[in-house]
C-alpha cells in the first residue's frame, strides 16, 4: 500500500468534498449535523487556498484529507483529518498524524475538536499524545477539545 501526502490544489476540490462526503456521512446522520458534511465547492477552495490543505493517496486514489490551520507560533488546529470508510483501519490516520510532526517541526501545540462520545476518536488521538481540556456543546452536540504539547 503506497500512501502519499500531497498539497491539494484547486483542482481536488469536488474529490475532497466526495472524500469528506463518505467519511462525514455517519455522524451526519447520527447528530443531524456535521461541518465536514455537504461542503459547499467554495467553501472547500476556501480552505485550499486560505488553509493548508492535503489529500491522502493511496495507490492513486485520493482516500482523505488533511486540514490545518496555522494559528501562529507554532500553534496549528487540526480542522479534519479523514479518511474513507473503506480504507479505515489501514494505518493510514497513523501515517498522517506522523507526517504532520514531521512536516511541521516548529510545532508547539496542536488543537483538534471531536464530538465526545466519538471513543474510537478519543482512543486514537489519546495514543498520540491528545488529551481532552474542555468540553462544551455546539448545535446540540457535546464536543471535546483536545491539545497536545509538542
Not at 475532497?16 to 446522520?29: G, K, N, R, T
Not at 496542536?110 to 466519538?118: Q, V
Request: hydrophobic letters at 35%; one cysteine or more; charged letters at 25%.
Amino acid at each position: 500500500m503506497d500512501v502519499q501526502f500531497l498539497r491539494a490544489v484547486p483542482e481536488d476540490a469536488d474529490r475532497l468534498i466526495a472524500v469528506q462526503d463518505q467519511s462525514f456521512y455517519a455522524d451526519y446522520v447520527k447528530y443531524g449535523v456535521c461541518p465536514g458534511y455537504r461542503r459547499t465547492r467554495e467553501s472547500m477552495l476556501e480552505s485550499i487556498s486560505r488553509r493548508i490543505v492535503y489529500k491522502i493517496q493511496c495507490d492513486g486514489n485520493i482516500v482523505g484529507d488533511i486540514i490545518v490551520r496555522d494559528e501562529g507560533g507554532g500553534a496549528y488546529y487540526l480542522g479534519c483529518l479523514c479518511v474513507i470508510p473503506t480504507y479505515e483501519n489501514r494505518g493510514i490516520g497513523q501515517l498522517a498524524l506522523a507526517f504532520l510532526d514531521q512536516h511541521f517541526p516548529d510545532a508547539a501545540h496542536w488543537a483538534l475538536e471531536t464530538p465526545a462520545d466519538k471513543e474510537r476518536n478519543h482512543y486514537f488521538y489519546q495514543k498520540h499524545g491528545y488529551r481532552v481540556t474542555k468540553e462544551y456543546p455546539v448545535d446540540g452536540v457535546l464536543i471535546s477539545y483536545f491539545e497536545k504539547s509538542c
